[in-house]
């Protein structure tokens, strides 16, 4: 197990966003210091990754430990191919951008979101997959060859920068505080239809865990290592939301045939996927295991404490 030093200077590139907000407040509460950096006002440091030379002179300056790449582009639940194009845009071009920030800053440590999706859009049986298995394979329409290179050139930039240790957290579904809310006034409205097939599970995580991995990353992870990263009860689609609207008094969400929902292009593929994922090497290296074992315990948290 490797171990990096605490108290650790860190920029977090998307520190405002839904889940870099729960990293920066998991980090701080493990003795480091974390600098944002973004487009907001909230950030210490304010930048737009897709713009190089801005970038590269915000950092100017400044020395950080560790940087984590937890930026993204998506402000609401992608339902079309076109909704991933800034996302994909900045796993490329971003990342590059980045990587080349961390270095101006003196940075040892690269810590970077990916995605289990990374593995293939589709179905995978019922083996869990491990990270041995393959990622990044060809898409199978371009479309999806566009989302899966996204996620292939970030986690080779990462792996690959000299004199950056590297290291990829492979992130299931996200839900939970600050994430799951967004779905609740869709779900009062009835305007979030859901597949009638119950065949396919997906990997989950609930927010506050994934940030519990970033932080353990940081401080142990291997270098040029990737690490699956989610709750131990893979759920489809459709029965997570139905938790969802179980879990906090909402109305049943209808249901329709799968095929109808093709023209929700993205939405469409990620329903229609069946993908199960280990995190035995995240446990083992890491010492990480979720809080919340299920997104029907970790929805009930969520309740609980009023987020």
């Known amino acids: 197990m490797t171990t990096n030093r605490k108290n650790q200077s860190i920029l977090l590139a998307g520190a405002s966003g839904v889940l870099g907000r729960h990293i920066a407040h998991a980090l701080t509460e493990a003795g480091h210091k974390v600098t944002g950096l973004g487009r907001s006002r909230d950030n210490g440091i304010r930048a737009d990754l897709m713009d190089r030379e801005a970038l590269l002179r915000a950092v100017d300056g400044h020395h950080f ?20 194009d800034a996302t994909d845009a900045l796993r490329n071009r971003g990342t ?9 800053t003196g940075a040892r440590r690269f810590v970077a979101e990916s995605m289990v999706f990374g593995y293939g859009y589709g179905y995978h049986g019922d083996r869990p997959l491990t990270e041995d298995d393959p990622f990044g394979p060809l898409g ?22 000299e004199a950056l240790e590297g290291i990829a957290l492979r992130f299931g579904l996200f839900y939970g505080p600050g994430g799951t ?11 979030l239809p859901l ?3 119950r065949d396919r599970v997906l990997p989950w995580v609930e927010l506050t865990d994934a940030a519990r991995a970033v932080a353990a990353a940081v401080e142990r992870g291997r270098p040029g290592q990737a690490y699956n990263i989610a709750d131990l009860t893979p759920l489809g689609f459709r029965a997570h939301i139905e938790d969802v609207a179980g879990t906090f008094g909402l109305p049943k969400p209808m249901t329709v045939p799968l095929w109808l929902m093709r023209p929700m292009s993205y939405a469409h593929t990620v329903m229609a996927s069946r993908l199960r994922v280990s995190c035995a090497k995240a446990e083992r290296e890491l010492g990480w295991t979720p809080r919340h074992p299920s997104s029907g315990e970790g929805l009930a948290a969520m309740r609980r404490s009023g987020r």
């Open 65 to 84: 430990d560790t940087v984590i790449h937890a930026a993204t582009a998506l402000r609401k639940p992608p339902m079309r191919d076109r909704d991933m």
């Open 96 to 104: 590059a951008h980045l990587v080349e920030a961390a270095h101006a």
């Open 140 to 161: 199978r329409t371009p479309p999806l060859e566009r989302h899966i290179a996204g996620m292939r050139t970030k986690e080779r930039l990462t792996f690959e920068s």
């Open 181 to 191: 809310d967004a779905l609740l006034p869709l779900l009062r409205r009835r305007q």
């Open 195 to 197: 597949p009638r097939d």
